[in-house]
């Protein structure tokens, strides 16, 4: 099992991301990381503490299930895009291993990803 993240735009040939179920759960870990937190310490991830605790742009991809839950607003996606950008021209200049060079690519997906639906006014979809 694993994770498609694909604009809403009912065109199969638009890009996508993917991971295993695993490997977006480490993605993910590692944005937190990057804006200042542990997503362990969390609601919804093991955690006691309040997603009001924390001021992120990337909250809407952060806390949000695995599977199931609301697609991602094209607004929501344009919020997010800006500071995933940032991030990940900051994961390009550190010198990392493998998993970092692998969170920078899928990260530069995701950004096309989320380029595309903002361009089209569609929603993120997770599948």
């Known amino acids: ?7 809403g735009d009912g065109d199969n040939s638009s890009p ?3 991971w295993s179920c695993s490997g ?3 993605f993910r870990r590692r944005l937190a990381e990057a804006e200042g937190f542990a997503l362990s310490e969390m609601w919804g991830f093991g955690g006691e503490r309040a997603w009001s605790e924390v001021s992120t742009a990337l909250e809407p991809l952060l806390d949000h299930p695995d599977d199931g839950g609301d697609d ?4 929501e996606c344009a919020a997010i895009l800006p500071r995933l950008e940032a991030i990940t021209d900051e ?8 998993l970092l060079r ?21 929603t993120l979809e997770f599948l």
């Open 102 to 122: 692998q969170h920078t690519e899928d990260a530069r997906q995701l950004a096309g990803v989320l380029r595309l639906c903002i361009e089209k006014g569609v």
């Open 91 to 98: 994961w390009a200049r550190e010198q990392g291993d493998h």
């Open 1 to 7: 099992m694993g994770l498609v993240l694909f604009p």
């Open 16 to 18: 996508d991301v993917s």
């Open 72 to 75: 991602l607003s094209p607004v």
């Open 24 to 26: 977006f759960a480490a």
